[in-house]
T-cell receptor
Framework: AQSVTQLGSHVSVSEGALVLLRCNYS??????LFWYVQYPNQGLQLLLKYTSAATLVKGINGFEAEFKKSETSFHLTKPSAHMSDAAEYFCAVSDSSASKIIFGSGTRLSIRP | ETGVTQSPTHLIKTRGQQVTLRCSSQ?????VSWYQQALGQGPQFIFQYYREEENGRGNFPPRFSGLQFPNYSSELNVNALELDDSALYLC??????????????FGPGTRLLVL
């Protein structure tokens, strides 16, 4: 069985500060890992995905995530937060790129001016 | 824009009624998945269709059913609506089932309110 735990339902950072959203996964098979972003009243947009290639994955909008098997983690980072980054972020796991995706409960990111 | 559209955008129904939600995938996408996202939660997998056949189902009762059509459109049907069915329903499409380069593209969702 696969699962995802997102640590912190709400994270608040100042504009220009580092963004760090934490995600730990559980999987009995080599996982595919994803980060999605959801803006208010919209669907999900893929930020980045890990598919067993490079452990450091670069995504859109300056985000990146590092797969650490020893820690079963896939934390999302961005060096400098922008006001437009305010949204809900979901970490997710799957056993392939096109199979059912198991989502975490989400982390709401707020940006302080 | 992902090229995946859903209709309607919003819907209000009463308990016991039936509802049909529609999704139009990108042209050529043979796989569609449906998810339910309750308020304040992450999406939960309902089921997946591949080339018009069900290809996996989550922990949802049989009153949740689906159809996929050859023209890359699909439907989610929910019978005997319950208050807890109130949620955002998302569909996601992809080309196929295999390969590291597969990406699932999500639509904007249909927000269903059951009164």
């Amino acid at each position: 069985a696969q699962s995802v735990t997102q640590l912190g339902s709400h994270v608040s950072v100042s504009e220009g500060a580092l963004v760090l959203l934490r995600c730990n996964y559980s999987s009995s098979v080599p996982p595919y890992l994803f980060w999605y972003v959801q803006y208010p009243n919209q669907g999900l947009q893929l930020l980045l995905k890990y598919t067993s290639a490079a452990t450091l994955v670069k995504g859109i909008n300056g985000f990146e995530a590092e797969f650490k098997k020893s820690e079963t983690s896939f934390h999302l980072t961005k060096p400098s937060a922008h006001m437009s980054d305010a949204a809900e972020y979901f970490c997710a796991v799957s056993d392939s790129s096109a199979s059912k995706i198991i989502f975490g409960s989400g982390t709401r990111l707020s940006i302080r001016p | 824009e992902t090229g995946v559209t859903q209709s309607p955008t919003h819907l209000i129904k009463t308990r016991g009624q039936q509802v049909t939600l529609r999704c139009s995938s990108q042209s050529g996408h043979n796989t569609v998945s449906w998810y339910q996202q309750a308020l304040g939660q992450g999406p939960q997998f309902i089921f997946q269709y591949y080339r018009e056949e069900e290809n996996g189902r989550g922990n949802f009762p049989p009153r949740f059913s689906g159809l996929q059509f050859p023209n890359y459109s699909s439907e989610l049907n929910v019978n005997a609506l319950e208050l807890d069915d109130s949620a955002l329903y998302l569909c996601a499409s992809s080309l196929g089932l295999a390969g590291d380069q597969e990406t699932q593209y999500f639509g904007p969702g249909t927000r269903l309110l059951v009164l």
